[in-house]
């Protein structure tokens, strides 16, 4: 649980720039949990949306699936970032009414991808130029390491590939549960779940996250793709019965990236420049504001703090800040109050900045949300 946390958090501070996720303000911890400090979304999740306006319009679908694509291009073309547990739930809607993808803490990333960060060819030219091997046995040494590439590519199916069976049931591929690894086309799938639960109202294949884990599987593997509620046929336009049929294709190989799926019919009337510069009002201008959330002074309790003096603790980097957070908090004047809470009238030291403590209440009180991750 730990190692899932810190991964989450370094993720998070790796994209923290992209206005398509959540923002990491800060994290820190105490004796029992670590704590999240990241940025409100005020309209709440795409899950609240779905179920409020079940099946959604047409329209607004398109808007919001065309987002979902584009999040997932970001994610895998530009950051290399496989989120492993891509749902409605982790999709929230910011003030401006667009999609932000959060909890990052089962996500794996690459980094480059093998074939910008391989040396082998110029190792090659470099043993050529300098006479060291001759072209014949160059052109063997390449084809050999070519075989080993094909090797590993046909073994894992991708390069950047990975094991763990994980994610939120109904949601997970089908090579998630058959392995013996999967990719980003997990994303996919699970995204095509997504859009097909918007424009249906249900989950497709029949699935529901009360079913055992055989039935899942049984039915997300072998199960047909069918645009069928209850043996009733869905009014869903050609386009988008396409659409997702390149998402939920069972065959990961087969199935669709996100860069392709922006040239499908069903996303014709897209401006994906436009969209992803955010000039047009989001899709979900029209979602409810999260009403449960109020501006009151709140304090959360937290047990003792860390001692590190001579600690050889794994995470004792896991405190940290953004920069735009410590130059706001260096201006906040803070008064003296209790220790054992978190609470805005806890001094600190100007040349040090706030504590890490006071900043997770003032940004809570400033409606913005601490999520906390528990551990054994």
Same mark, same amino acid.
């Given at each position: *649980?730990?190692?899932?946390?810190?991964?989450?958090?370094?993720?998070?501070?790796?994209?923290?720039?992209?206005? %398509? @996720?959540?923002?990491?303000?800060?994290?820190?911890?105490?004796?029992?949990?670590? @704590?999240?400090? /990241?940025?409100?979304?005020?309209?709440?999740?795409?899950?609240?949306?779905?179920?409020?306006?079940?099946?959604?319009?047409?329209?607004?679908?398109?808007?919001?699936?065309?987002?979902?694509?584009?999040?997932?291009?970001?994610?895998?073309?530009?950051?290399?970032?496989?989120?492993?547990?891509?749902?409605? !739930?982790?999709?929230?809607?910011?003030? +401006?009414?667009?999609?932000?993808?959060?909890?990052?803490?089962?996500?794996?990333?690459?980094?480059?991808?093998? %074939?910008?960060?391989? /040396?082998?060819?110029?190792?090659?030219?470099? !043993?050529? +130029?300098?006479?060291?091997?001759?072209?014949?046995?160059?052109?063997?040494?390449?084809?050999?390491?070519?075989?080993?590439?094909?090797?590993?590519?046909?073994?894992?199916?991708?390069?950047?590939?990975?094991?763990? #069976?994980?994610?939120?049931?109904?949601? &997970?591929?089908?090579?998630?549960?058959?392995?013996?690894?999967?990719?980003?086309?997990?994303?996919?799938?699970?995204?095509?779940?997504?859009?097909?639960? &918007?424009?249906?109202?249900?989950?497709?294949?029949?699935?529901?996250?009360?079913?055992?884990?055989?039935?899942?599987?049984?039915?997300?593997?072998?199960?047909?793709?069918?645009?069928?509620?209850?043996g009733v046929e869905v009014e869903i336009g050609e386009d988008a019965r396409?659409?997702?049929?390149? *998402?939920?294709?069972?065959?990961?190989?087969?199935?669709?990236? +996100?860069?392709?799926?922006?040239?499908?019919?069903?996303?014709?009337?897209?401006?994906?420049?436009?969209?992803?510069?955010? !000039?047009?009002?989001?899709?979900? *201008?029209?979602?409810?504001?999260?009403?449960?959330?109020?501006?009151?002074?709140?304090?959360?309790?937290?047990?003792?703090?860390?001692?590190?003096?001579?600690?050889?603790? +794994?995470?004792?980097?896991?405190? %940290? #800040?953004?920069?735009?957070?410590?130059?706001?908090?260096?201006?906040?004047?803070?008064?003296?109050?209790?220790?054992?809470?978190?609470?805005?009238?806890?001094?600190?030291?100007? !040349?040090?900045?706030?504590?890490?403590?006071?900043?997770?209440?003032?940004?809570?009180?400033?409606?913005?949300?601490?999520?906390? *991750?528990?551990?054994?």
């Open positions: *649980m730990r190692r899932i946390g810190m991964g989450g958090d370094r993720i998070l501070n790796g994209i923290r720039q992209e206005r %398509w @996720f959540l923002r990491l303000d800060a994290t820190f911890e105490d004796s029992e949990s670590f @704590f999240f400090v /990241t940025e409100y979304a005020p309209k709440g999740d795409l899950w609240t949306e779905m179920a409020r306006r079940k099946p959604m319009p047409s329209t607004d679908a398109l808007q919001f699936a065309a987002e979902i694509i584009h999040i997932l291009s970001l994610l895998h073309d530009i950051h290399r970032i496989i989120h492993r547990d891509f749902k409605p !739930e982790n999709l929230l809607i910011d003030a +401006a009414g667009h999609l932000v993808l959060a909890d990052f803490g089962i996500a794996r990333a690459f980094g480059a991808h093998p %074939w910008e960060s391989d /040396t082998s060819s110029t190792s090659l030219f470099s !043993e050529l +130029a300098s006479g060291t091997i001759d072209m014949p046995v160059a052109m063997e040494k390449q084809e050999a390491e070519e075989n080993e590439k094909h090797r590993t590519r046909s073994r894992d199916f991708l390069p950047e590939a990975t094991r763990k #069976m994980c994610g939120t049931a109904g949601y &997970m591929a089908p090579e998630v549960y058959a392995g013996p690894s999967y990719s980003y086309p997990a994303d996919i799938w699970a995204a095509g779940v997504v859009i097909f639960k &918007m424009l249906t109202g249900k989950l497709p294949f029949g699935l529901d996250r009360e079913l055992c884990t055989k039935e899942l599987f049984r039915r997300t593997v072998l199960q047909p793709l069918e645009f069928k509620i209850n396409d659409l997702l049929r390149k *998402m939920l294709e069972k065959n990961p190989e087969k199935r669709a990236s +996100a860069q392709n799926l922006k040239t499908h019919p069903y996303f014709l009337s897209i401006d994906w420049e436009k969209l992803a510069r955010r !000039e047009c009002p989001g899709p979900g *201008m029209e979602a409810r504001r999260m009403k449960h959330y109020k501006k009151v002074h709140v304090a959360i309790p937290v047990g003792k703090p860390l001692d590190r003096s001579g600690s050889d603790d +794994a995470f004792i980097s896991f405190r %940290w #800040m953004s920069p735009e957070l410590q130059e706001a908090h260096r201006r906040v004047r803070i008064i003296p109050a209790a220790d054992n809470v978190v609470n805005p009238g806890r001094s600190f030291d100007e !040349e040090k900045g706030p504590k890490l403590e006071n900043v997770a209440h003032k940004v809570w009180w400033k409606v913005k949300r601490v999520a906390s *991750m528990r551990f054994q």
